[in-house]
Every structure is written in C-alpha cells, then in structure tokens.
C-alpha cells in the first residue's frame, strides 16, 4: 500500500482546509485509517482515525467539533476537513493505514499503523 497525502498549505486563522490521502493498492475497504501530526521540535501526535469495519471515527481533544474525517471507498481516499483553524495546527501531517480493527485507543499509537504517506505542510498563520 502506498500512501500520497495531499492538500496542505498556508491559511490565516479560523479558515479551512481539507487534506486528502490517496491510496494505491488493492481492497482499500479493509484499511483503517489515521492522520497524524508533527510540529517543529515535536513529536508526531495523532489527530484522527477511522476504522475500516464500521467507519467510526476518532479525534484529539484538540480537533474535535473541528476537524472532519472521512473517506470514499470507489475512489481509494480519505478526507480530513479540517476548520476553524488555530496557529497551534502547524504541523506536518501525515496520513497512515493499518489492515486491522482496533479498539479506538490504539489508533492513537503510530506504531499500530503499517504504512505512511510523504506528509503535507499545514501552515495556520495571518
């Protein structure tokens, strides 16, 4: 499975964005999902995950009520909408998969994802 995320760039605060993750490879319905961020002199922290099985979503305190994840099966991508952006969402994001259901805490953890994408640069900032 590759993984190519998309979709970053600079934005001022309180506006919008949304990322994409396109997948290559086969039976991308059994692939459950996450995005991941890392900020300058931070360590990579998870944002949101979806879980391939029921397509229940999971959020950060952080971005929850603002971010939005999604994906579309026929087209092998997954969509995070992320609004009412702040300084403190700058980070690097990466896009991750992993061919198993978790309970939701472990989708929290990036060393239960198998593959990763090249990550795009959000930039929040006036």
């Known amino acids: 499975v590759q993984l190519q995320a998309s979709g970053g760039g600079l934005v001022q605060p309180g506006g919008y964005l949304r990322l994409s993750c396109a997948a290559s490879g086969s039976a991308f319905n059994t692939l459950s999902m996450g995005w991941f961020r890392q900020a300058p002199g931070k360590e990579r922290a998870f944002v949101a995950a979806i879980r391939h099985s029921d397509r229940n979503t999971f959020y950060s305190n952080s971005v929850k009520g603002r971010f939005s994840l999604s994906r579309d099966n026929t087209k092998n991508t997954m969509f995070l909408q992320m609004n009412s952006l702040k300084p403190e969402d700058t980070a690097v994001y990466y896009c991750?998969?992993?061919?198993?259901?978790?309970?939701?805490?472990?989708?929290?953890?990036?060393?239960?994802?198998?593959?990763w994408g090249q990550g795009t640069l959000v930039t929040v900032s006036s």
């Open positions: 991750a998969a992993v061919r198993r259901s978790y309970n939701s805490g472990s989708y929290f953890d990036p060393k239960n994802y198998d593959y």
